[in-house]
């Protein structure tokens, strides 16, 4: 990591620590953008060219191909260089993007967010992993308050592009809403003198990687199979594909886990369940919740956009509070108190879609 003496703002927004502060800015605003300016052009997608019973598939595909390029993304990166590696992802981005704008079926939505979520990946773990390299220690907390801000800032402009071109022009030209992130990223990416760290290259993890995708695959069969008994099954077979994976990992080739990732009484396995679990239960609302706001209340897609990003702006502040909260014993509280939140706003979400509510609505958001 970099020491400097010299570690003040104008030092972080001039000079080589100014490009490689785009950069960075450029690829987690693409990311955040990305999420959000498309949610609410989905559904009017799903039903001009046939894609409800599969919609589910245009968030599982990008998830798998994100996880594919994250947890490659190190690997990658050491083999071929930051630079590269981020121009190329900008292309699959983009070739994504325009597979999805020229869809004639939903199918080709569904491909065109796998090969953006394998882009999205590698650009966000790359993007993370420069900011020890090229930042003095001191400026490190300033790198991240600045992607705080990008983030939130691209979460609010996302669905308002987003709406706004698919009530103007159609639900296709959504797509073209995040091209300025993905030019800024090839620019900075060109531009920006990239340094890595010297560490040791880091292996890639073929064959846990591949058991984790096909567990995730197996399990996202659990959406467009007919019949509880079949759903039940996939969602097993799925889940049970990842225990070989976790027992296989560091013996058919290089880990890719911790030592004791999962692994019920240490601290670092509840952590990991404590990560899995918190993102498992609010997935149902990522992935559906646009499609049930636009089936019960009918809104304009800015609108929908926005309901669905009010969750990710409530957690954005929230986490600038509770990252003040130091003390173990109030920390333990509060993270024990967030999962009775979670609950309680699902139980609002559930009364809103049965009764018609917006304020119970925004409430189960909030």
Known sequence: MLQDINVGWSRLL????????????????????????????????????????????????????????????????????????????????????????????????????????????????????????????????????????????AAIAGPLAGGLLTEAYSWRASFLAVSPFVVLLAVFALTAKVR???????PLSVATISLCLAASFVLSLSSVVTGGAMQAVAVVAGAGLFLPALKLDGRIGPRLFPEGAFRLGSVLGHGFWV???????????????????????????????????????????????????TALAPRHRWMRTGALFQLAGFLCLAAAFASGSLALLLAGQV
């Open 196 to 202: 890595v760290t010297e560490a040791a290259p880091v």
């Open 14 to 153: 001039k000079g080589r620590e100014g490009a490689m502060l785009g950069l960075i800015s450029a690829g987690i605003g693409l990311h955040a953008f990305n999420q959000f300016a498309i949610v609410a052009a989905l559904p009017p997608a799903a039903r001009e060219i046939g894609g409800t019973g599969y919609f589910s598939w245009a968030y599982t595909l990008y998830f798998l191909g994100s996880i594919a390029g994250g947890t490659g993304a190190a690997a990658m990166r050491d083999r071929f260089g930051a630079r590269f590696i981020l121009l190329l992802s900008a292309l699959i981005f983009a070739a994504g993007g325009l597979l999805a704008l020229s869809a004639p079926a939903f199918s080709w939505i569904m491909a065109g967010r796998l090969l953006q979520g394998i882009a999205d990946g590698l650009i966000v773990a790359i993007c993370y992993s420069l900011i020890p390299a090229n930042f003095p220690s001191a400026l490190i907390a300033k790198v991240f308050a600045v992607e705080a801000i990008v983030w939130a800032v």
């Open 275 to 325: 990560l899995f679990l918190m993102s498992a239960s609010h997935s149902v609302g990522s992935v559906y919740l646009a499609l049930m706001i636009d089936a019960v209340f009918e809104f304009r897609p800015a609108v929908v956009g926005y309901l669905v990003v009010t969750m990710a702006l409530s957690w954005s502040a929230v986490a600038v509070v509770a990252s003040r909260i």
